[in-house]
């Protein structure tokens, strides 16, 4: 067999189409998205080379339009689940033995493939199934989906390439190994990119994958599944499963060959898992790896030099783009005295002036929030602050779910710095605003440093350079992507790597090489050419 020290192709990022009236691609996504929502999707267990169809199903409905019926998908039952492991673990070695440029080309064509045939079919299932406007699918299933998977290939090969140093007579080298084991991938309902991704880059590095999707994003894993069988994934690689989340989950955790957990969800949910993880860590053959990112409180703050149409953008963007369900999403902003009127009349116009309805429509801005457990919360913190003396609503807060699960954005203005909704991770389109008194600024950043939890994302606007450096060392702790001047959303695959501390999770870069390490066990061999035939050194001479 052929060998060689092979060059992958230069990972670029995938350029972002406008859907502009009257472009090929907004006609194309239109008409998938009619033919998609008028038929009715059934979306199995995938099992090694089955699909699974075990008959007790849920229903799937676009949150926009609840009463409208998109298909079913299947549940696990435990022996579902426990098939699901022995098959990866089966498929395990024969991937793992594969070359490593054949991996990087099963996931190079599903690129490809994202780029082009599927382009319209993802992101009209994202639009569909997770109520995303073009442009918010765009940037997610399609391009951040695609940028994953190229970087990630190029990543590998740059893992592979660092190689120890060797000395005379002696050859080292590192195998970079995948674990021992399977990985055991959550992804979450709001990015379809990390639902590929997810269990696409343990995979890459030549493990095998046991993937539960989101029951709110089974629509969008489906079409992922169908790409990556195109691709040629083969079977038991990546295996995808739905059912009771708790059941899957300690069936996974108390199997002997876990070797891993990929996770974005929840940080109650992470850290339920790390329990169960720590409570079993006897029974595993390995210490398996924890990589999660989690919730956020993130942050915009405003020195009083910031521009003040600067800063209201931030906000109406950051806050409000896919109704505010972005982890790095803006729920907490700190403007000073001097600049709050102004910032306040722009934020007021910019809210007034969105518009709110279905994604098929694409001159809405906002769409409906994710499912009603998540509008009743939401609704629930709206109305209380319509209650509490310490807080006043500027713009928004009416919402309603009769058709869909629409929360208008909204704006709260609050006098107490700490008051529930500036320290608490709504995941809504729902923004709580402090105005400080100018001379407070640097209290103003400990604050920020000290309020809630998190520290996923926050964002510093000022034109004073002196201002942006001392935020940027204050808040040093306080996200573990920060943003001088801009929103604190967006992160670009091979531009800003994505994740957080405290409890936003392990901070291990979604979107960088940090990633990958995690997936590795690498293995160190040390060769001899010469090797010793006598016990003694030199300094044990006479």
């Known amino acids: 067999m052929g060998k060689g020290f092979f060059q992958v192709p230069t990972a ?3 350029p972002i189409k406008t859907y502009a009236p009257g472009t090929p691609e907004r006609d194309a996504v239109l008409k998938t998205y009619k033919e998609m929502y008028k038929s009715k999707m059934d979306v199995p267990l995938y099992i090694g080379n089955e699909e699974i169809r075990t008959g007790d199903t849920i229903t799937m409905h676009p949150p926009h339009d609840h009463q409208h019926d998109l298909g079913i998908f299947h549940l696990a039952k435990k022996e579902h689940v426990d098939k699901a492991i022995k098959v990866a673990l089966e498929a395990r070695t024969k991937w793992a033995d594969l070359a490593w440029e054949q991996r990087a080309a099963v996931f190079l064509k599903a690129a490809e493939l994202i780029a082009g045939p599927y382009r319209s079919r993802i992101n009209a299932a994202t639009m569909i199934g997770q109520s995303k406007t073009i442009f918010q699918a765009e940037i997610d299933s399609a391009c951040e989906l695609i940028d994953f998977l190229r970087f990630n290939v190029e990543y590998m090969a740059q893992i592979y390439e660092e190689q120890p140093e060797s000395s005379e007579g002696v050859w080292n080298r590192l195998e970079y190994r995948p674990l021992e084991g399977f990985v055991y991938a959550i992804t979450p309902f709001n990015f379809t990119a990390i639902a590929g ?3 696409a880059s343990a995979a890459l590095m030549g493990n095998t994958v046991v993937w ?13 599944m169908e790409v990556f069988q195109e691709a040629g994934v083969p079977p038991g690689v990546i295996n995808m499963v739905m059912g009771d989340p708790v059941m899957i989950t300690d069936t996974i955790l108390a199997h002997p060959d876990f070797a891993g957990i990929h996770f974005t969800g929840s940080t109650s949910v992470f850290k339920g898992l790390w329990s169960k993880i720590g409570n079993n860590i006897d029974k595993y053959k390995t210490y398996p790896r924890i990589v999660g990112e989690t919730g956020g409180k993130d942050f915009i703050l405003a020195h009083p030099t910031a521009k003040a149409k600067q800063v209201a ?3 109406s963007r950051g806050a409000f783009e896919f109704q505010g369900q972005k982890c790095s999403a803006a729920s907490r ?3 000073p005295q001097s600049l709050w009127e102004e910032v306040k009349k722009y934020v007021i116009e910019d809210v007034e002036s969105f518009k709110m309805g279905s994604p098929e429509d694409m001159q809405n801005f906002i769409t409906a929030v994710i499912h009603e457990g998540s509008f009743d919360k939401l609704a629930g913190y709206i109305d209380q602050a319509k209650k509490d003396a310490d807080t006043e609503i500027i713009a928004g ?10 929360i208008e954005p909204t704006v709260i203005v609050t006098t107490n710095p700490k008051y529930e909704t500036m320290c608490t991770e709504l995941f809504g389109p729902v923004i709580t605003i402090y105005v400080y008194e100018d001379i407070k600024w640097e209290e103003t950043l400990k604050l920020v440093d000290e309020t809630g939890i998190y520290a996923l994302t926050g964002a510093i606007l000022a034109t004073d350079r002196y201002a942006a450096a001392q935020a940027t060392r204050a808040l040093e702790n306080a996200a573990g992507n920060f ?5 604190p959303t967006g992160a670009v695959v091979g531009q800003q790597p994505f994740g957080g501390a405290r409890a936003s999770g392990t901070n291990d870069k979604a979107g960088s090489k940090l990633n990958l390490l995690r997936w590795i066990s690498p293995r160190l061999i040390k060769e001899t050419f010469v090797t010793p035939t006598d016990y003694r050194y030199p300094f044990m001479g006479k």
């Open 333 to 335: 902003a700190y403007i």
């Open 313 to 315: 953008t931030a906000i």
């Open 212 to 224: 539960k999707p989101s029951d709110s994003q089974v629509y969008s894993a489906q079409v992922i």
């Open 12 to 14: 670029v990022n995938e």
């Open 197 to 199: 991704n997810l269990p």
């Open 483 to 487: 943003y001088i001047n801009d929103k």
């Open 397 to 406: 807060g009416n919402y309603d779910k009769s058709k869909g699960y629409f």
